[in-house]
T-cell receptor, first 118, second 113 residues
Framework: GAVVSQHPSWVICKSGTSVKIECRSL??????MFWYRQFPKQSLMLMAT?????????EQGVEKDKFLINHASLTLSTLTVTSAHPEDSSFYIC??????????????FGNGTRLTVT | AQTVTQSQPEMSVQEAETVTLSCTYD???????LFWYKQPPSRQMILVIR??????QNATENRFSVNFQKAAKSFSLKISDSQLGDTAMYFC??????????FGQGTRLTINP
């Protein structure tokens, strides 16, 4: 089945530093990937839609200069949290759909990245 | 904008019992997709079942089935013969075609031995 690999699984960084999270579709191509954020015991909130070869589409309230998204190929999207603060500590999950299977195909999720900013 | 509401924050049943999780949604669209995802303690999102709005027949996947009431905008999940491994957070989700998934607040389901 389709696999989405997300790396790293967890990361601890100091305030003010930047952290990059990678999301790869291992056996399919994805023109679009989605980045979600999940706080403890809460639901998944969409942060942005990553579009291959073009700019990401950010949800209202998400700072695009803080959460940099790059989707340079059909199998890789990256989320960079710049100048991280403790309030950025959260669980980040990416997802992707095999674009060859059409709009009805399900989204496949990565295993998530737990970010802790100290 | 579409919204998804899960009114049951937590539920608990005994193993082998049947449990139904509720979900309602709001949209003005006619064609869309509905999903139930399971998130165990590992936090991996696992697709449980999905329903295309244009299909009147309720989707089923082994012990999992849905009751899709389009007019009422209701999409409940029934788990039959519940097992300990069913313990997880369950999220109802809505999507328009290939667009983003909008999730409900989630229901924490505990299956007791």
């Amino acid at each position: 089945g389709a696999v989405v690999s997300q790396h790293p699984s967890w990361v601890i960084c100091k305030s003010g530093t930047s952290v990059k999270i990678e999301c790869r579709s291992l056996d399919f191509q994805a023109t679009t990937m989605f980045w979600y954020r999940q706080f403890p015991k809460q639901s998944l909130m969409l942060m942005a839609t990553s579009n291959e070869g073009s700019k990401a589409t950010y949800e209202q309230g998400v700072e695009k200069d803080k959460f940099l998204i790059n989707h340079a190929s059909l199998t890789l999207s990256t989320l960079t949290v710049t100048s991280a603060h403790p309030e950025d500590s959260s669980f980040y999950i990416c997802s992707a759909r095999d674009h060859r299977q059409g709009v009805a195909s399900p989204l496949h999720f990565g295993n998530g990245t737990r970010l802790t900013v100290t | 904008a579409q919204t998804v509401t899960q009114s049951q924050p937590e539920m608990s049943v005994q193993e082998a019992e049947t449990v139904t999780l509720s979900c309602t949604y709001d949209t003005s669209e006619n064609n869309y997709y509905l999903f139930w995802y399971k998130q165990p303690p590992s936090r991996q999102m696992i697709l449980v079942i999905r329903q295309e709005a244009y299909k009147q027949q309720n989707a089923t996947e082994n012990r999992f089935s849905v009751n899709f009431q389009k007019a009422a905008k209701s999409f409940s999940l029934k788990i039959s013969d519940s097992q300990l491994g069913d313990t997880a957070m369950y999220f109802c989700a809505f999507a328009l075609g290939a667009q983003k998934l909008v999730f409900g607040q989630g229901t924490r389901l505990t299956i007791n031995p």
